[in-house]
């Protein structure tokens, strides 16, 4: 193989005269800050590429100019965009130019800070470096021209000119500016809080502070970076830190606050440590809730400034020593909701003495951000520590109802303990844009929802009875019929036999969640619709006249979690606390409050509430944590904390003497069994290792799995009594929906196919002859089986007859 060669053509170099004016300017500015604390790349100041360099010194000259000009009274320059986007701020101070470098970021990095130059010195010597980049004349400049055309020659044509005269006409720096000197500001809290943070800060007041406020959100770390010192008052202990960057501290302060705040509510250990703004910065909370808070000044000293002194500093010198140790003071025993009130109380000082000195900075990105997270530290705080929990006193009324509604459970008959279901194909039906999530088995009908229409289908012969052009909503069937929620929020019930709007009202339209709701249908209530509405509201709506009987206010609505138990319905919103409503006014009977927020439906069986506190959204967080209740009077019976290695899903699964826990962890579907009277842990198991669904039939769960098992474990001790395997189908044809249809003492399973299983020992009795997949199962009360696909297409059928034997 031959070798290659390189050849370079060496008549074109880049111009040194370019790379030494530039290189001049920089080292003039920058003077000090290579070796200052963080540490600069070489590679970053100055640039690397040359290109760079004409618009880089075109920039500084339009700033300056902008400056002396009294435009502005600051500027930033970026300095380069890759690897890191350093950048060079400018502020003029009377005739005077004060040069920050600085990185911004989560943690910014300060490089250099507020070094003095005379304005008209630092004008002079960019225009000199300006001049050295102009065209030559004559033959040489023509010669140069022609070599660098495809570089910035053109740029240098039309910018440098103008950049040049504008800075030249801008100058001198004029005297009559005010020399803006900083001054000390203080930023104390108000109220009586137990973990008291302050500061003063040398601030300047720019001279468009009495401006109006500007239209635009803008980011501008530059102008939030100013030094001051920082006390920290715990009990009778304080700690000073005497130069820091205020701004930069507070944010990643109350970002730490708000972790911290997180870990402690799911009981989990956190720990950070970090250098931010000249000090060291450092949470430790263990898992049994103490909070350790470290501060202190890095080992390395601070960065050079030819400004004002920092405060309380007696060192002569404006550079720390480099060797000098570390020094950290550490508050052992610190309350986690204390610190997070004290941070509250430090950051909204701090926001209102940054405005009241600039009005300007009301629209300052970095600001605005630092008071949302501010914001969500106080709801936070107060969700957490809210104790507004309610018992309810008089509960007999309640559990009297309950009684009386409650029907005795006749025990299911054994009809397929000798014989096996048979099942014939009925009739088929196609569907466009099938709305699995709208179709119902009601009656004698089927009703199926698409994007455009409903339809009404016959059950047993499959015939459209009729077919209403209606869009796509979220549908809900009710004992007097289909109740549809538009997006708009507009609320209409259709009559099942002819598809006509019986009723409709106007709600407030449902926005960034999901719509749920419940059907209140008993004997002795009034037959409601109760739905969640707007942001944070639950309207009940009667069904007969369409008119809201009562609203109900949460703290928050996320994702509303209802359960009706007799009289009561039971809410989970998201926030840390459970209420129970009373179904006929909306009053709150009970409160139930906790650190975690309930956001998975709540089981009731009897005289029993079991609920799930924690969301359960990343596995490995753990936190969460199962309450047994009284459902009648809120009381707690007993709590227990779940593994944390596992999160949970869905409602607990409640057997004679157990309470099953589904969770999800990194090994798959797992079930958690405990003792209903104790919380004691019976078992802890992985039962699958896919995602699967659920069902508690008497003593034993059925898990459905996504891989294609069929697996039945003992709740009582978590042994697994039978599994089957399904052969056949590919991976993707797996349902949408995996959960079992009991009906009759027989479990339907959808798989590839349905499948009919015994329940008790997994006896397999029978498998439904469809090429659909189940996306979608209904079964009746007869045992026929309905299919619908996602494709578009439902099938039904029919129970053959079975044998039995005549003793």
Known sequence: MPGLSLVADNTRCSPEPERTSLHEVLDFLLEGARNAPPP???????????TEALPLLCDLAEAAAELASGRRARAVVRLRLDPDAWE????????????????????P???????????????????????????????????????NDADHHGLGEHRLPAARRSLAAALPFSSDEPAGEPAIVGVEPTGEIPIVIAAEALLRTSPGAALAQPAVLRADLFSLLFRGKVRVLVGEEARELPDVFIFPFAEQLAALSLESLDA??????????LTVGGAILGVRLHSEGALSLTLGVPRVGRVPTDGPRALGSGRGSAFAAAEERAQTWTFPAVDVAALAQGVVAFGRALARSLVRRDRGQASNLRLFEFRARVRELAERLRELTRNDAKINVAPETYRAFAAAAARPQAAAEDTFGRTRLRFTARWVAAIPSLDLRATFLCGDVLVVGSTRELTCIDRRTGECLWRKQAPRAV?????????????????????????????SARLSPRVGANASGAVVSAPGLPRMLIVSEGTRHL??????????RWRYAARRGENFRLRRAGKLVVVGSGEPALAALDVLSGDVVWRFCDRLPFASPVAVDHDALFAVAGDGAFV???????????????????????????????????????????????????LVGLDRRTGATRFDLTACASTASCLMVDDVVVVNSEAGEIIGVGAQDGAVRYRHVIAGGVEGDRPRRLEPVLRSGALFVPQSEVHVVRPRDGALLGKVPTDLIPDLLRVDERCDVYVAEESGHLAAFAAAPRLSLVQ
Do not use: K
């Open 40 to 50: 600069l790349d070489e590679a970053a100041l100055p640039l690397r590429a040359e």
């Open 475 to 503: 549908s809900v069937m009710t004992p007097v019929g289909l109740g549809r929620l538009l997006p708009d929020g507009t609320l209409q019930l259709h009559e099942l036999s002819t598809g006509e709007v019986a009723w």
């Open 620 to 670: 490995g967080r753990g936190g969460a944590r199962l309450h047994h209740l009284d459902p009648w009077s809120g009381e707690a019976r007993w709590t227990v904390d779940l593994p944390r290695h596992v999160a949970p899903v869905g409602a607990p699964l409640l057997g004679p003497e157990t309470v099953c826990v589904v969770t999800h962890g990194r090994r798959g579907t797992g």
């Open 109 to 147: 990095e300060i490089a250099l800070h507020e070094r003095r130059f005379d304005g008209d010195a630092l004008s002079a010597r960019l225009l000199a470096a300006l001049d050295r980049f102009a065209p030559r004349r004559g033959a040489g400049a023509r010669r140069d021209a022609a070599e």
């Open 539 to 548: 309207a009940a709506v009667d069904l007969y006249s369409g008119e809201v």
């Open 88 to 107: 060079l701020g400018l502020e003029r101070v009377g005739r005077d130019l004060l040069v920050t470098v600085f990185h911004g970021g989560d943690v």
């Open 264 to 273: 402690w509510a799911r009981r989990q250990p956190y720990h950070r440590r």
